[in-house]
């Protein structure tokens, strides 16, 4: 029997690993459709932009429905197979805050996206400028998180991991891909080693095996 949720996937794609991320740690089972995104823009081929035109990974079936958008999935994901509802809370001020991150994941980090791959990939773009950007926007996360170990908070959005932290950790985890000193960011070097120790937690080509 087929499994029910079907991840069309590329291991080197960073919104695609926040998805695996979420399968793993809500410890789902699930089946990776691969596509080869680079060098062969199989994404953008007519099968796949029949199941998302904007032809973007990651997608997810799960059963009859067909989702594309990252953060859209991750929300999918904790509240229809998260009996805790704990990865995204309902609770008002704890949903907001969660809100809050997947904006920000979706808008702001997209360009440690777009830095990575140009560091990777040689796709279009000006090195320093991308760089520069990407720098602000994980210098912004690291500053909440100072401002969130004062308060004795160790997650994004609650008192404990939510699907905010899944949206954010690959941006600051695979920084060094184009250059990032993990060093400048003490509080979510300290964020991350918490991250990596969630069961379920499981890494990535450019994530080392070292916290």
């Known amino acids: 029997m087929p499994a029910k949720l079907v991840l069309y996937n590329y291991e080197l794609d960073e919104s695609c690993y926040k998805v695996r991320l979420a399968l793993s740690l809500l410890g ?11 060098p062969g823009k199989e994404h953008l081929s007519p099968p796949y932009l029949a199941l998302n035109p904007s032809g973007r990974l990651p997608i997810l079936r799960d059963g009859e429905l067909v989702l594309h958008g990252t953060e859209a999935i991750l929300a999918h994901l ?3 197979h998260d009996p805790s509802q704990k990865w995204l809370p309902i609770r008002g001020t704890e949903f907001a805050k969660v ?3 997947l904006i920000f994941s979706a808008h702001d980090l997209g360009v440690t996206i777009a830095a990575r791959q140009h560091s990777l990939f040689d796709t279009p773009g000006d090195e320093k400028s991308l760089r520069a950007a990407a720098s602000h926007a994980i ?7 100072t401002a969130r170990g004062f308060a004795q908070a160790d997650w994004f959005a609650a008192a404990h991991p939510t699907i ?3 949206a954010v950790f690959p941006a600051f985890a695979l920084s060094r891909d184009f250059g990032i000193d993990h060093d400048e960011y003490p509080a ?3 964020w991350a080693r918490r991250f990596r120790a969630l069961p379920g937690f499981r890494t990535m080509p450019g994530i080392p095996d070292y916290h």
Not at 28 to 38: G, K, N, P, S
């Open 28 to 38: 789902l089972e699930w089946q990776a459709v691969a596509v080869d995104v680079f």
């Open 78 to 80: 904790a509240r229809a």
């Open 99 to 101: 809100m809050q991150w």
């Open 139 to 145: 210098r912004i996360m690291d500053d909440y998180m």
């Open 164 to 166: 905010a932290d899944i």
């Open 188 to 190: 979510l070097r300290r």
